[in-house]
């Protein structure tokens, strides 16, 4: 099952066919079960394939809070020349970040220097809880979708350099597209799930640049939760971002940038930038 928010209204595609879908509850942990009732009652009418249109962020509500893990493929972290952290590392995205599949992410005009696309696994919390033991962690998920973990490269090692937090460089505005769709936990295996980051520039050249598994996280999702909710609380709507593989690489004006995952389906994002510097 894939749940898509549209401009036109929320579409669930089941057993191959797409159905409209009213009355969607703003908790994401509740959405299987109001689709599947829909289903069974017969209430959902038929309609197009929702990636046709106009396509909204996959969440009912803008997240309370995003969490990123930082150098959770091993070799990301080798391609800076870094070892894999001790403890998973994590930073926060702003909320104000996410924009949904097929959005333009226009970057400030006054940053004219590199920034970066990054494929990741996104967890959407639909339970909540602390001190959440490893045994029930997955429990507490709703379900999954993409992120693109845009991030301002240059901003962020010079920020390094002075010590300071990787925030502005995570944060400009749509530096966390999110999507196609909400995929309920129940219907995916995380156990070795293709995920794949794919540039197309404006003259038509393609670069596969990231491709990897999730079979290849260093701190798996159920491992997070705990590690995480021994620090802070985790909510409902919460969304936690996995980490990204090798293979990350500069933008320029004119890229459009998929990020996919099998079983979910393929993040869509145009960049638009000022020339490189």
């Given at each position: 099952?894939?749940?898509?928010?549209t401009?036109?209204?929320?579409?669930?595609?089941?057993?191959?066919e797409?159905?409209?879908?009213?009355?969607?509850?703003?908790?994401?942990?509740?959405?299987r079960a109001?689709?599947?009732?829909?289903?069974?009652?017969?209430?959902?009418?038929?309609v197009?394939?929702?990636?046709?249109?106009?396509?909204?962020?996959?969440?009912?509500?803008?997240?309370?809070?995003?969490?990123?893990?930082?150098?959770?493929?091993?070799?990301?972290a080798?391609e800076?020349?870094?070892?894999v952290?001790?403890?998973?590392?994590?930073?926060?995205?702003?909320?104000?970040?996410?924009?949904?599949?097929?959005?333009?992410?226009?970057?400030?005009?006054?940053?004219?220097?590199?920034?970066?696309?990054?494929?990741?696994l996104?967890?959407?919390?639909?339970?909540?809880g602390?001190?959440?033991?490893?045994?029930?962690?997955?429990?507490?998920?709703?379900?999954?979708?993409?992120?693109?973990?845009?991030?301002?490269?240059?901003?962020?090692?010079?920020?390094?350099?002075?010590?300071?937090p990787?925030?502005?460089?995570?944060?400009?505005?749509?530096?966390c597209?999110?999507?196609?769709?909400?995929?309920?936990?129940?219907?995916?295996?995380?156990?070795?799930?293709?995920?794949?980051?794919?540039?197309r520039?404006?003259?038509g050249?393609?670069?596969?640049?990231?491709?990897?598994?999730?079979?290849?996280?260093?701190?798996?999702?159920?491992?997070?939760?705990?590690?995480?909710?021994?620090?802070?609380?985790?909510?409902?709507?919460?969304?936690?971002?996995m980490?990204?593989?090798?293979?990350?690489?500069?933008?320029?004006?004119?890229?459009?940038v998929?990020?996919?995952?099998?079983?979910?389906?393929?993040?869509?994002t145009?960049?638009?930038?000022p020339?490189?510097?």
């Open positions: 099952m894939r749940i898509y928010r401009d036109r209204g929320d579409v669930v595609e089941h057993d191959g797409c159905f409209e879908l009213r009355g969607l509850p703003r908790a994401a942990g509740a959405w109001h689709a599947l009732d829909e289903l069974a009652r017969g209430r959902a009418a038929r197009a394939d929702p990636r046709d249109g106009a396509l909204l962020a996959p969440l009912a509500t803008r997240p309370g809070k995003m969490l990123a893990l930082g150098k959770n493929f091993r070799a990301h080798e800076f020349g870094e070892a952290p001790e403890e998973p590392l994590f930073f926060n995205k702003l909320p104000e970040t996410v924009v949904g599949s097929g959005a333009r992410v226009a970057v400030r005009a006054w940053y004219a220097q590199r920034v970066d696309h990054e494929v990741e996104a967890v959407v919390i639909g339970r909540g602390a001190d959440i033991s490893l045994e029930h962690a997955l429990e507490h998920v709703a379900g999954y979708t993409v992120a693109n973990d845009l991030t301002a490269r240059s901003l962020q090692g010079h920020d390094r350099e002075l010590k300071y990787w925030f502005r460089a995570k944060n400009m505005d749509g530096f597209p999110l999507g196609p769709c909400f995929v309920p936990r129940e219907d995916l295996d995380l156990a070795d799930l293709a995920v794949t980051c794919v540039v520039h404006a003259d050249a393609t670069e596969e640049r990231q491709r990897a598994s999730t079979r290849d996280l260093v701190v798996d999702v159920p491992h997070a939760i705990e590690w995480l909710s021994r620090h802070l609380s985790l909510y409902a709507g919460d969304v936690i971002l980490g990204t593989p090798a293979g990350v690489g500069p933008l320029v004006d004119g890229d459009t998929t990020c996919a995952i099998d079983g979910i389906g393929a993040l869509v145009a960049i638009a930038r020339a490189l510097t």
